[in-house]
């Protein structure tokens, strides 16, 4: 590493608070440890975690970076101690343990994946936190199936975006909900098979009138709070129900369960972030093994959104607060 720079251009968190509280700061280069790669930062991606991060809701685990951003590409610049897979020059876009938003960036070289061939460095640095998202949890835990039906909630957003695509390259049928026509139509050109607005539509009524009364297979939820109970009244028999975010509220009044054990819901929940080393390894790998040859013939091309520069951090992050955009919102470096 002697012929990298000593220090490198970071965006910390100065104190819990709003976009602005996102400032440059000049930090020693990070050493790659056993098994782990330094990658030159190209683009980062910005995500639900990162903002409440920076409110101060989400602290990183032990061992983590304090830095936010949870997923990169760029070029390799350094390999750490046992580290092969990768060589010095590669393109790659991987999952980060934090430390994202920064000019050189450590992550495991089993949580990387090469750039697919005509992508972008902008939508390879929006692959890793969705699709590992959506890959572990509607397909490895969920296991939707061909000519099953998914509900994805927040169908516009980076999440939901990746959702569409993946469910209708493997021949599952999406249901999305959203908030605006503008979203509806922008999920709907991308390949779901139906948008209910929830603003002016009951979903569950819809869910049902669309699938001909059984309900979804498979329920993708980043809402929580109120939806926790629809999502039960619109699910099939032995459906799947996996709880991705709360984003309005962990804790649900009156709830009636009674539909779990008369449809058999296999209700679950998961976070990426604290995830073992191998089991992230693991999810590259069936990544890699189902979703790659897509990526290889130039389908499910993650959505951009917006892009702003690395110390536009702020004006990202309240971009991501109006919940306007539709796909992901990435930064270059």
């Known amino acids: 590493m002697s012929n990298l720079p000593q220090t490198m251009v970071c965006i910390a968190i100065k104190e819990p608070g709003g976009p602005e509280v996102l400032q440059p700061e000049t930090r020693p280069m990070p050493q790659p440890g056993n098994g782990e790669i330094l990658v030159q930062v190209a683009a980062a991606g910005v995500n639900r975690p990162d903002v409440s991060q920076r409110l101060g809701r989400y602290p990183p685990p032990p061992g983590a970076s304090d830095l936010p951003g949870l997923e990169i590409s760029g ?21 980060a343990h934090g430390g994202g938003y920064a000019e050189y960036c450590v992550v495991n070289e089993s949580h990387a994946l090469p750039v697919p061939a005509g992508f972008s460095m902008v939508e390879a640095a929006a692959i890793p936190e969705t699709f590992f998202t959506v890959w572990v949890n509607g397909f490895m835990t969920a296991k939707l199936a061909a000519g099953e ?12 975006t990746t959702a569409i695509m993946l469910a209708n390259a493997l021949g599952a049928r999406s249901i999305v909900t959203v908030g605006t026509q503008e979203k509806a139509d922008a999920c709907l050109k991308l390949g779901a098979n139906h948008a209910i607005n929830y603003k002016t539509q009951d979903f569950v ?56 054990s008369a449809k058999r819901i296999l209700y679950t929940g998961s976070a990426l972030r604290p995830r073992t080393v191998a089991q992230k390894a693991a999810i590259a790998k069936s990544l890699e093994e189902t979703v790659g040859p897509l990526w290889a013939q130039g389908k499910c091309r993650p959505v951009i959104d917006s892009t702003f520069k690395l110390t536009d951090a702020p004006k990202a992050h309240a971009r991501m607060e109006t919940s306007e955009h539709i796909g992901k919102i990435v930064m270059t470096v």
């Open 205 to 260: 009524a819809e869910v049902k009138k669309l699938t001909d009364g059984k309900g979804a297979n498979v329920i993708l939820d980043m809402v929580g709070g109120p939806y926790v109970q629809r999502n039960l009244e619109c699910a099939a028999m032995d459906a799947r129900i996996v709880q991705i975010a709360f984003m309005q509220g962990f804790k649900v009044e009156a709830l009636d369960l009674r539909p779990i």
């Open 149 to 160: 039906t998914v509900l994805i909630h927040g169908g516009s957003s980076g999440i939901g």
């Open 75 to 95: 070029t390799v610049a350094a390999l750490g101690p046992g580290a092969s897979r990768y060589k010095i020059g590669d393109k790659v876009c991987a999952l």
